[in-house]
């Protein structure tokens, strides 16, 4: 599991994670709803945000994000994907661009108001009218809470058509929506939902009992109410919430939380063992697991990851090596191998290192942590130009365009006219960013 910094999260302030194993949960998760949807899933990122809260949301048509308190507080693979179909129904709807210019709408609203509530109490001190010059401020402080209620009024309705959606989805895909049920129950209970001493204007979602009375009509109507999640996907969920849990938080809760002798609990505790320094008792429990389910990528993963961040890069080649071969287009698997082998004392063959980067990155292009090991081997094997053109595309990952922009400017200078890296340098150096 890797830290972004909150740089990489476009300026968003976000504590971005990632994790191949949840990732790959998410993707399966939501690959059916995308379809159903009539959206391309390869079109479509799914981002883990560090948070504990149960939260989701889209900022565009391309990305998704879902914080892990969304996955470590699900019981059901099925309410993880409801949460996944209500998001889907934003994007396959154009909700977002909508609700941009309702806002720019509202804006106008409030602008408008202001002026005129401006012009009744100049007009109204001008004539020596008091009560017109007081209704006049009056226009000019209600104006503002016109227009927000006029935009969350339309935020509102695109929610309720957000559920509907993702009861058709799920519908089509053959899936329960009792998941989904279950979940916004969940939410009913946070403060966001809270309809006590709120004004029910100024909430961005429908009252709880409005909007889940809908959902639970919808949702019983459908023959597939009562159908549950598969086994195996179960098993894979109860794997990711122990993971999430035990890299996410305190030791103390994650022993409290996971006492049993299933394998979710198994790997919680091993990665808790590991968190906590003992990192040879750490690999024990990590190879009963293997033991058990020795095809299972992630539990080799672990043991690399062991290995690679406590300095022995060596221990770690074989079994990041194993889990490659498990889960091939694994970008995030084939950059830690990588990274392995640049940090070996004796199998420091930076070509090979050069390979795996590559084609990591070639199946994850957005991962900015590549590029530096990428870089890292170029620069080992003398090849500075290109050392600099990965440099440039890490930079170019994490959002920093001025950067990337200068390293490829260096680049360019140094590489061939016409190659695949002078053309990755022309372009960085060409692209403008959009106006959001």
Excluded: C
């Excluded at 981002?47 to 308190?69: C, P, W, Y």
């Excluded at 070639?362 to 590029?371: A, H, K, L, R, S």
């Amino acid at each position: 599991m890797l830290q972004i910094s909150p740089a990489s999260a476009q300026s968003r302030n976000l504590k971005l994670v990632r994790d191949a194993e949840t990732e790959e949960l998410m993707r399966d998760y939501a690959r059916p709803i995308f379809k159903a949807a009539g959206l391309k899933p390869r079109n479509i990122r799914i981002h883990l945000v560090n948070d504990s809260r149960m939260n989701a949301f889209v900022v565009d048509s391309k990305r998704m994000f879902i914080n892990t308190g969304t996955v470590i507080l699900s019981k059901t693979p099925n309410e993880v994907i409801g949460v996944l179909a209500h998001e889907t129904g934003h994007i396959a709807g154009g909700h977002l661009i909508r609700l941009r210019r309702a806002m720019e709408e509202a804006q106008t609203i409030a602008a408008i108001g202001m002026l005129l509530g401006a012009g009744a109490a100049a007009a109204g001190v001008a004539s020596g009218n008091s009560n017109a010059a007081q209704a006049g401020g009056a226009i000019m402080s209600a104006s503002p809470g016109i227009a927000q209620r006029t935009f969350l009024s339309y935020a509102r309705t695109e929610e309720i058509a957000a559920d509907r959606a993702a009861i058709r989805y799920l519908e089509r895909t053959g899936q329960s929506a009792n998941g989904m049920l279950t979940t916004f129950k969940r939410f009913a209970d946070q403060s966001l939902f809270s309809s006590r001493h709120v004004d029910p204007y100024i909430q961005s979602h429908p009252l709880p009992r409005e909007r889940i009375s809908q959902i639970e009509r919808l949702a019983k109507k459908s023959k597939f109410f009562a159908k549950k999640d598969s086994k195996s996907l179960q098993f894979r969920h109860n794997l990711v919430r122990a993971k999430l849990t035990a890299f996410t938080q305190s030791p103390k809760r994650v022993m409290r939380t996971y006492k049993g002798n299933d394998l979710a609990s198994q790997y919680a505790r091993a990665i808790t063992t590991y968190r906590l320094g003992n990192h040879k008792k750490a690999i024990r429990l990590v190879d009963a697991l293997i033991k058990a389910q020795p095809q299972y990528p992630y539990f080799w993963e672990l043991k690399g990851q062991i290995y690679l961040e406590t300095g022995s890069g060596d221990k770690a080649i074989a079994p990041l090596n194993k889990a490659v071969s498990l889960r091939p287009n694994e970008g995030i698997l084939r950059v830690m191998l990588g990274q392995a082998i640049l940090s070996s004392k004796s199998n420091r063959s930076y070509s090979q290192a050069v390979s795996h980067l590559r084609r990591g990155l070639q199946n994850d292009p957005d991962m900015e942590v590549g590029y530096r090991f990428l870089a890292q081997a170029y620069d080992k094997l003398g090849q500075r130009a290109q050392a600099e053109m990965a440099t440039a595309n890490g930079y170019f990952a994490s959002g920093d365009i001025r950067s990337a922009k200068a390293m490829a400017a260096r680049a360019k200078k140094k590489l061939k006219r016409g190659s695949p890296e002078w053309l990755q340098a022309d372009d960085i150096l060409t692209y403008k960013q959009p106006k959001l």
